[in-house]
């Protein structure tokens, strides 16, 4: 009954910008922590960016000072705002989310079904 669905995915030149989008919908009781990671091809899946409040925010160190992850908490939404992008960051985006079914006893991981980011130079 839970869905993460990733919007804002495209093509983009180098030293452009992409905003991405992932909205949590279902029998969500409480999210915890949501956040976004990437898969290049030949590579392993990776974090990017996640955010369980301001206080607890961990980023890539390829993307600091690039990338910025927000939360809108009342829409269940994450946010990732890439700026400065660079054909490395070429990639399939995932949106995560750690939360609470409705009816569950804990805390379980959901993963969106991916949105393609492509920079070309």
């Known amino acids: 009954q839970v869905q993460l669905v990733e919007s804002g995915g495209g093509l983009v030149q180098a030293g452009g910008s992409l905003r991405l989008s992932c909205a949590a919908s279902?029998?969500?009781?409480?999210?915890?922590?949501m956040g976004w990671y990437r898969q290049a091809p030949g590579k392993q899946r990776e974090l990017v960016a996640v955010?369980?409040?301001?206080?607890?925010?961990n980023y890539a160190d390829t993307v600091k000072g690039r990338f910025t992850v927000s939360r809108d908490n009342a829409k269940n939404t994450v946010y990732l705002q890439m700026n400065s992008l660079k054909p490395e960051d070429t990639a399939v985006y995932y949106c995560?989310?750690?939360?609470?079914?409705?009816?569950?006893?804990?805390?379980?991981?959901?993963w969106g079904q991916g949105t393609q980011v492509t920079v070309s130079s």
């Open positions: 955010m369980t409040n301001s206080a607890n925010i």
């Open positions: 995560y989310a750690s939360l609470l079914q409705y009816g569950s006893l804990g805390y379980r991981a959901y």
């Open positions: 279902g029998s969500i009781s409480s999210i915890k922590t």
